[in-house]
């Protein structure tokens, strides 16, 4: 098997819900039909490949579309395709996630309920999304707009409205957020 088949990201993806234990088929498809987390990470997945591969032909166009709605309609959620999400993307309660065309997450985030990723300007998604690093957690109903970069080993805090950019190894939350805790480790996300 490939290193970057298909299923083999889907195990890899499956992996960071498994706690470190090893996964079998049975967890696999209790994953896939009872998480609704991981059916939203598996819907991105899909999506996003399908829009790069049928973007530019004849009527295929409209099964990403299809799926979109699919996705939406399912878990309530939404990824854009356009996002870029790195390996190993855990969400938890998957219920009301927005996530916008132009995000990029990195590798081993993990995100909560209720959280919104994308433009401060309705209707104008622009580029202007932000851009977050490795090892960050995201909690409930965290608001984290506009053209910013949060940096690696960042926690976010439950409801926190994040408007600026933050750098590495720290913990914010409050509206607008502001560092609460500096030097954080990866062990402690």
Known sequence: MKKNSWFGRLKE?????????ALKLFDLICLVFLNNGFQLNLF?????????SLSNK????????IMLYLERLITGSVIDPGAKIGCRFKIIYG???????FVEIGNDVIIFNG???GSVTPGLPEIKQPKLGSNIMIGTG??????ITIGDNVKIGANAVVLNSFESNVSIAGVPAKVIRSRISRKEL
């Open 95 to 101: 219920m009301n996630i927005v996530i916008g065309e």
């Open 58 to 65: 004849r009527l295929l166009w409209l099964v990403p579309r």
């Open 44 to 52: 991105y997945r899909m999506t996003k490949r399908l829009h790069k």
């Open 142 to 147: 965290a608001k984290i707009l506009g053209d």
């Open 115 to 117: 959280v919104s990723l």
């Open 13 to 21: 993806e499956a992996s960071c819900y498994a706690d470190g234990k």
